[in-house]
């Protein structure tokens, strides 16, 4: 290893289970801020000993009262550029930032959006003083909306809030309500709802439960499957209707990708300015908003709710973002009240 590093020591207690790396995710203080992630690392690279011999297996057995030291390497300056792009920020503290994300803004670098990413931005808000995430300077970005989703994202900004953090996404405990407008009204009185396959019902809650995996031939896409894929299950309650448009809230027990927009368009009901999912399906010009409903330029969809536990300090938080000002726009040619 190169550049600075510090040492963690710590002894294998009781019962420690039959892997090396299992039993040191037990065994490291949380304060010490090694995830299982930053392990599953550093053991094949030859960063921890046992009673002083290098061991690279993450299999390796261990036994109680084992001496075990880790070489942590200091967290490197990521490349991606920080850029000073304004942030709503709804919420910060020394582990975590709530941030509502505006519609247009991807969440990650990647090699068609480079900057002008809520990373670039985030890094250039922090000013280096962020503790290394997975061994780099960086946001821990536990969960992502799409570019052209607006709302609410939770990012970490140490190690042991993105373990945290990462861990309540991984058993659904997170709450998240986003706010969309859809086409048509998913109403359990409609007899074509009720013959889709996937759909139920639980009281005024229409419960859409599949398989979501990669689509076959546009790998853009996720398709909905009942066999293989991802188990992803998505609430809809209707909070108003107007004709052939209406506002519903979506929670999500599980988080894939697109979820809320491919079950909804399984369902018949697709977002509006959804052109991945809805296809040329467009509003009646007799309806008021017609065009605006019909050239609204990104998917009707805001993640308006978010809560979870405080990672460190263990409370409870819960946030809300208002619907943004395009979304607002629609309702009120709905006449419907933007609540």
Request: glycine share 10%; hydrophobic share 40%; net charge neutral.
């Amino acid at each position: 290893m190169s550049g600075l590093t510090r040492i963690v020591s710590v002894v294998i207690g009781p019962d420690p289970g039959p892997r090396l790396d299992k039993a040191l995710a037990r065994a490291v203080p949380e304060g010490e801020a090694i995830s299982r992630t930053r392990l599953a690392k550093l053991i094949p690279a030859g960063a921890v000993t046992v009673n002083g011999v290098v061991f690279t297996d993450p299999k390796a057995r261990v036994s109680e009262g084992d001496a075990v030291t880790i070489t942590v390497e200091e967290a490197a300056d990521v490349e991606t550029v920080a850029e000073d792009i304004p942030l709503d920020i709804i919420h910060e503290d020394d582990d975590l930032i709530v941030i509502n994300k505006p519609a247009g803004m991807v969440v990650h670098p990647a090699p068609g959006s480079p900057s002008g990413t809520l990373v670039n931005a985030l890094l250039y808000h922090f000013g280096g003083k962020l503790s290394g995430i997975g061994g780099e300077k960086r946001p821990g970005i536990v969960h992502r909306i799409d570019k052209d989703t607006s709302g609410l994202l939770v990012v970490a900004k140490s190690d042991r809030a993105h373990h945290g953090l990462a861990a309540q996404f991984a058993d659904h405990s997170m709450e998240r309500e986003y706010r969309a407008l859809c086409h048509g009204t998913p109403d359990g009185a409609d007899p074509r709802l009720r013959g889709i396959k996937g759909v139920s019902f639980e009281g005024s809650t229409v419960k859409i439960t599949t398989q979501l995996a990669r689509h076959k031939t546009d790998r853009q896409r996720q398709a909905v499957l009942f066999t293989g894929g991802r188990h992803a299950v998505t609430r809809v309650r209707v909070l108003e209707a107007h004709g052939p448009v209406s506002l519903v809230s979506c929670r999500l027990e599980t988080g894939r990708t697109h979820q809320i927009r491919v079950h909804l368009a399984h369902a018949g009901h697709a977002l509006i300015g959804d052109q991945t999912y809805g296809g040329r399906r467009r509003v009646s010009a007799k309806v008021p908003g017609a065009e605006a409903l019909n050239t609204f330029p990104r998917q009707a969809l805001h993640a308006a709710t978010l809560g979870f536990e405080h990672p460190v300090t263990k409370e409870h938080l819960s946030f809300e973002a208002p619907l943004p000002e395009d979304f607002r726009t629609l309702l009120a040619l709905l006449g419907q009240r933007p609540s």
